[in-house]
Structures are given as structure tokens and as C-alpha cells.
């Protein structure tokens, strides 16, 4: 089994910044990509940025230029950040990390954190 910690959630003003971070821990041999989703009240689940080990990173049209996501350099470490910048109030949502494979399908991803709260006050 893969555990993932998030920290980072809270409230902020539109325009402002938060940096979300989530740790893996665990059987993480298993894991090839991890990226963070988010939940809306009364949406679905939705894709927002994903980074795979080989480097690669993937980002939802809503978030490019303004959020970004890194891997802990550090070897052997999964630790990944999201540096969420110019927030607005849509980007208000419970946001989830995830563990798996690359992509942006929610599907593909085997393990999630409990979710951590972001609230972009207008």
C-alpha cells in the first residue's frame, strides 16, 4: 500500500498564492506518476496538473500559467508541490493528491490522499 500525506489547504484572496505539497510513503516502487485532482461542491472530480517520474508534467487548461508542479529533488524522494498562483474563487475546491500512472484520468491513479481544502475568497 502507497500513503499520501497533503498539507497546504487554506484560505486565501483572489489573486494570492498557496503551495499544496503531498508525500508519498509506503510500497513506492509502485508508483510512476502522481498528480493532484479537485472536487468542487456539486462538480465531478477533475484533473489539474500531474507530474510523471521520467520528468514530464501535464496541466488542465484552467490552471496553466498560473499553477505549477515539481518533485522534491532530493533522491528517492516522493514529495510533490503545487505552487498555485493568481488563485480566483473558481479555484475553490477539495483538492486530492494521487499516486499511479501518468495521465490525466482518474483512473489510472491507484491511491489518494484524504484531500485538502482551498478557498479563494473574492
Known amino acids: 500500500q502507497v500513503q499520501l500525506v497533503e498539507s497546504g489547504g487554506g484560505l486565501v484572496q483572489a489573486g494570492g498564492s498557496l503551495r499544496l505539497a503531498c508525500a508519498a510513503s509506503?510500497?513506492?516502487?509502485?508508483?510512476?506518476?502522481m498528480g493532484w485532482f479537485r472536487q468542487a461542491p456539486g462538480k465531478e472530480r477533475e484533473f489539474v496538473a500531474a507530474?510523471?517520474?521520467?520528468?514530464?508534467?501535464?496541466?488542465a487548461d484552467s490552471v496553466k500559467g498560473r499553477f505549477t508542479i515539481s518533485r522534491d529533488n532530493a533522491k528517492n524522494t516522493n514529495t510533490i508541490d503545487l505552487q498555485m498562483n493568481r488563485l480566483k474563487p473558481e479555484d475553490t475546491a477539495v483538492y486530492y493528491c494521487?499516486?499511479?500512472?501518468?495521465?490525466?484520468?482518474?483512473?489510472?491513479?491507484?491511491?489518494w490522499g484524504q484531500g485538502t481544502q482551498v478557498t479563494v475568497s473574492s
Open positions: 509506503g510500497r513506492t516502487f509502485n508508483i510512476y506518476a
Open positions: 494521487a499516486a499511479g500512472y501518468p495521465g490525466r484520468e482518474a483512473y489510472k491513479y491507484n491511491y
Open positions: 507530474i510523471s517520474w521520467s520528468g514530464g508534467t501535464d496541466y
